[in-house]
């Protein structure tokens, strides 16, 4: 905004005045109008964003910078691994590629014996922005093996839960099976992985493998979760044969 005289002032700035009919610097009345030249000016500034060093290379103008950084796709996570500070290192964990998350696919993972691992869950089509997911095997001794399951998302509100997961896993031989539906919990690692209780499965290491179903929750108008057949659909098969 500016006066008739020229002088300028931010709108924010503007609308905390006492007086806004008159200049802040030479009192001058008749209020300000918008200063259409100096937005063209500020608006030409680009500023780099914070996460450059991570490949982000994106220069916004600076009234947009704050909308860009909490958007970020290149905005990195804390990782669960000691004296790691960012999650953009390798330690060797396995990883599955995923297809899909509308809960039809049916990821099948190899459970370890005796030690505690992590596997990644990545989505296999490229582009920024993909959800990301962590599975951990801790062995429980004389129960078998919790396996919680977290998504990875460095702009997570704590609490939220944007994915439902189905963990499988049975002993066909038997004729017994065991399933766990829960919500995601998203989280960027800031606190170390999430405790496992209420998302995970205990899976006996004679039972070798499980398999892993996550689909993305549909809410209403009312944020009500919308139930999707079809992820329950395609386990019944397992269940049956388990």
């Known amino acids: 905004m500016q006066c008739a005289v020229g002088h300028a002032i931010c709108s924010s700035c503007h609308g905390s005045l006492p ?10 009345g008749g209020g300000s109008n ?3 030249a100096l937005e063209k000016i500020l608006e030409s500034f680009r500023v780099p964003c914070p996460n450059a060093a991570f490949g982000c290379a994106a220069a916004t103008s600076y009234h947009e910078a704050e909308n860009h950084r909490g958007s970020c796709p290149h905005a990195p996570c804390f990782c669960p691994e ?5 999650f953009a290192g390798d330690h060797g964990w396995p990883s599955t590629e995923m297809t899909m998350y509308g809960g039809g696919e049916r990821l099948t993972l190899p459970v370890p014996e005796g030690t505690t691992t992590t596997r990644v869950l990545h989505h296999g089509g490229g582009g920024e922005g993909r959800p990301l997911f962590l599975v951990r095997f801790t062995t429980a001794p004389q129960f078998g093996t919790v396996v919680p399951v977290v998504c990875v998302d460095p702009h997570a509100v ?23 539906d829960f919500q995601v919990r998203s989280t960027n690692l800031s ?26 929750i549909m ?17 019944l098969p397992f269940a049956i044969a388990s």
């Open 19 to 28: 007086s806004k009919d008159r200049c802040h610097a030479c009192s001058a």
């Open 34 to 36: 918008r200063c259409n």
């Open 158 to 180: 704590p609490g939220e839960r944007k994915f439902r997961c189905h963990l499988v896993s049975g002993f066909p031989a038997m004729a017994w099976h065991q399933v766990s």
């Open 219 to 235: 809410r209403d108008t009312r944020g009500n979760e919308i139930q999707l057949k079809r992820m329950r659909q395609s386990l």
């Open 82 to 86: 000691p004296g790691c500070e960012a």
């Open 191 to 216: 606190g170390g992985m999430p405790p496992p209780y209420g998302s995970c499965v205990l899976v006996a290491p004679e039972a070798g493998s499980i398999t892993v179903s996550i689909a993305k």
